[in-house]
């Protein structure tokens, strides 16, 4: 008897660490689209350098949306370049399936379009001037990697929470496909801004595009969950983005 108790312990904590590990994605989703509204902000981007934070750009984010589609665009104008850096996503209000993505800057251009369960787009290399053309079926389920830092904060984040997340990224010099980024801690926190403390959820997220030796610190407000704050560090250096207009 007690040996069946245990067997049937075993198999009740093997499928419950089975299911645990279901990641979101559009048709596996537990995000709340009613928080994504209108809004526009500006964030500066520093990099950290021993004590100091050193302004390197201003990042601009646009969100609009409709019945049926999410429209954000992000501008990143960075202090050493002439142009800037814009990115296009478009996915669907209802389950943040993607259908468009794109982004352009001074070295290279992206440009994805999601159709189903096919994916075509391409990548040209500025530098070399060579195009690859991106033709693929999958037949999963995923987020385009540009939204997903969106999605983080539509979640039901509470202390502890944590999760994986389905995502789509594009890169013919690393990696292209389906990969996960995982949220590996959530916690309440309070953070000052325009000297006003603001109480906010503070999530740490990695993923597989630096292979999860990046980790990327999102700080949300708790009312009205517009990130706030965005902490990136990888290989000992660290960045910071501030929101500082909305």
């Not at 048709?27 to 526009?40: D, G, P, Q, V, Y």
């Not at 999958?138 to 990697?145: A, E, G, L, R």
């Not at 789509?168 to 006003?196: C, H």
């Not at 990130?227 to 560090?233: D, G, N, R, S």
């Amino acid at each position: 008897m007690k040996n069946s108790l245990l067997a049937i312990f075993l198999i009740f904590t093997t499928l419950s660490s089975f299911y645990g590990q279901e990641k979101i994605s559009p048709i596996n989703n537990s995000a709340n689209s009613n928080l994504l509204r209108f809004e526009t902000s500006k964030m500066q981007w520093f990099m950290i350098r021993d004590s100091l934070k050193i302004p390197i750009g201003i990042v601009e984010t646009a969100i609009k949306r409709n019945k049926d589609l999410v429209y954000i665009i992000t501008s990143v104008d960075m202090n050493q370049t002439a142009s800037k850096w814009i990115d296009s996503t478009i996915v669907k209000s209802k389950n943040f399936e993607p259908i468009y993505h794109s982004s352009f800057n001074q070295q290279r251009d992206i440009v994805l379009n999601f159709n189903d369960q096919k994916i075509t787009g391409y990548y040209l290399d500025k530098r070399t001037d060579i195009k690859t053309k991106l033709s693929k079926i999958i037949d999963t389920s995923f987020f385009d990697s540009n939204f997903y830092p969106q999605l983080i904060r539509l979640l039901p984040l509470q202390k502890d929470y944590s999760a994986k997340i389905s995502i789509f990224d594009y890169n013919p010099e690393s990696k292209t496909g389906v990969m996960t980024a995982t949220i590996t801690n959530t916690e309440k926190s309070i953070i000052n801004l325009k000297g006003k403390n603001i109480d906010v959820w503070k999530v740490d997220v990695t993923d597989d595009i630096s292979g999860n030796e990046a980790i990327s610190t999102y700080f949300i407000d708790v009312l009205n969950r517009k990130i706030l704050k965005q902490e990136i560090t990888s290989n000992g250096r660290k960045m910071v983005m501030e929101i500082f207009e909305e």
